[in-house]
């Protein structure tokens, strides 16, 4: 079989593994997934790297020391030096063959009828290389040299938009013209189930001459994914807009938390800081665009239609499911408050690179861009309490009683998202954060 | 002597060195200055740790071989390892003592009058640490996880308020209660001597309907200084405005280049993106606080009197005189467009490193902290081209005829700084960049 033949193959909707936890119909990580991640244990504290299968991790590090694993598709065995290391950097900046070779790989490792069963019919490998999820601590996947954030939702931007500005002209002028985007805060992107502690800053209250100083009263929550760069580009280099997702090596939700009162003070005229700075959540597995390959869908339609920078043909959106769920400290169960789709998303992630970089602007291995808030067309389909609340005008109504217009004290709030395939799931794994009181 | 004697003893305006070019009044790099940087030469190709005193660097990574180097005052011989490294990060690393006690070891050793003679009079040790400057090559002196860009100018943010927004209202409200800055882009900092391509982006002409995509024809200076973080701050924990400077290990100059077309266009409302993500250029040599002392001067007048966490009693500001001199492609000198001084600046850096982690934002060491543009009280006291010539409205004459509104193509920009003392300077050496044409 070709190359092509082999991606195609562990694309396949009727592959099942003998990891039968990973052929259960909503799990987030079927054999058709494998996403890739950083994780240690308790039998070994090590920062190692790991993919997804079913309830568990399967250890690469003990996989390419078993001389299991090539990074290349006619090359010699992997070793384990690039997979014991405690980002993915290393891996991704092979590229996108080696990538694309040890998802294929492992297909054919973890895949019920195999040709290659030397991890299926070994016991004691097994016992080392395949690690219960539950057990494991995950850890930030990739080391973010930078992190951009854009804001690509038009419903989003339009909501923002009328809520602060004027609503007859909610959407600026440039917003249709461009993927609008700002530099984002890399040091603390943190990874989920990481506590986010509310921060202080300057609030300027409606009729108060000067702002006071104290906890956030507006925190909030932006639903987001972002895409991970597995190949850069040089300074004063830009990437085409055709070749941008060669670009990408795969994507994760994200949670940009927001202090809506923070930055509604602080954002004119260079933009939100503080009120974003303090805690960026992402999920720990990083799903390839490979996997994510057959549920692209057409964006929507641009009108007008963008300068030529901004041009690729085909389609380049992709079908992803959404949801936020919040559940108050000690709440026997969550509330899902919004449920969308990344699909909505105006401008695509090959667009938003095209731009990022058409200035000569250099990306690395490693950096993070987030889609900006994934709001969609309904109310509540909104992905932040902003919107979904309306500025707290409308609290949301809570399962077992209890309001929310913006985010109280051990709350925790996940994201979940994933792609419905036929009788599976390509899914991310929650993104979790709980909310920890302001230092006084 | 005591270590506080010891540190007096290095800004000693009447120490002398027996590297006589050091003496020189003009000279940036006197025996009380010693700032740090990274360089490699023809001979050693291997990028490490230097010091710069007169037209030469120190090799510390050779003093360091000789055993002439403790990295605390009681402590051991440094060995070599932590001054052969590509960036200085990990000797930054090892905190205030060590930064400061080398500095102390170095001046010493390089003192006309010195009770530590081992290089003064070891011509084949002097062969092989002392490097002169002309044949160096200065590399980018530290790895930038994070750079943020404050805009802490009063004078600059007014010019700017009143050409863009209402000159009655120039100044935002928010601007006189926070040090307002925003995240820039870490990754295309480069280091002077860098040229830097003209960027392409959007530009919105005035009567047009849509913008049109094309090379920036309003290329700008922006004139300022940076400063390097030192020690960290962990997520969730601020640094006290009082404690802010024992977190910076020394300062650099910056060019923040800006396409003001660009950036017009693009920054509402999330602030400037690829109107400054294209470059930004940094003088290799970082001075230390310590070497700064002597300039400490008083801060303008706060009014109002700054929240209570933007609070720090005594002064914080510095007497640093700066330049800017542009010149033509094959002109015979440069123009000097600008003469400014850093104590003009409103807000001081411990104040802007406090306001960044006041929401518990974590910095890191390496982190790169710029002023924003230092404008001073009169017109020809500005920091960028956009003030300089009021956006393009009165162009600035040129030595030798022509005129400039903005950077054409071949301009070299040079920014220059340095604290005058009693017959010495103590100088940042050169920031420069030429301007290659954009790329069709």
Redesign the interface.
Known sequence: MNASGDLQATLDASRKSWVETANAPQCDFPIQNLPFGIFSDARNATRRVGVAIGDCVVDLSALGQAGLLKLSADGKAAGNSVFERDSLNDFIALGQDAWRSVRIQLSALLARDTATPALRDDPALQARALIPLAGATLHLPVEI??Y?DF?SSKEHATNVGSMF?DPKNAL?P?WS??P?????????V?VSGTPV?R????L?LPDAE????GASRKLDIELETGFIIGRGNA??E?VACEDAESHIFGMVLLNDWS?RD?QQ???????????K???TTISPWIVTLDALEPFRVAQPAQE?KP???LCHAGEHAFDIALEVMLRPRNASQPTTISRTNFRHMYWTMAQQLA??T???????VG?LMGSGTISGPTGDSSGSLLELTWNGQKPLELHGGGTRAFIEDGDELTLAGWCQGNGYRVGFGPCVGEILPA?R
Request: with cysteine.
């Open positions: 040299p930078g951009t804001y500005r600026l440039n013209e461009m609008i985007g700002y530099n984002g805060r890399a040091s603390s943190v502690r921060p202080n800053g300057q300027k000067r702002p006071v100083f300074l004063g830009p202090a923070i003070w602080e954002y004119v005229p260079l933009g939100p800081f503080n009120a700075t303090f805690a007008p300068l030529d920078y731009h990022h058409v200035s000569g602007c250099n990306t690395r950096d230092h």
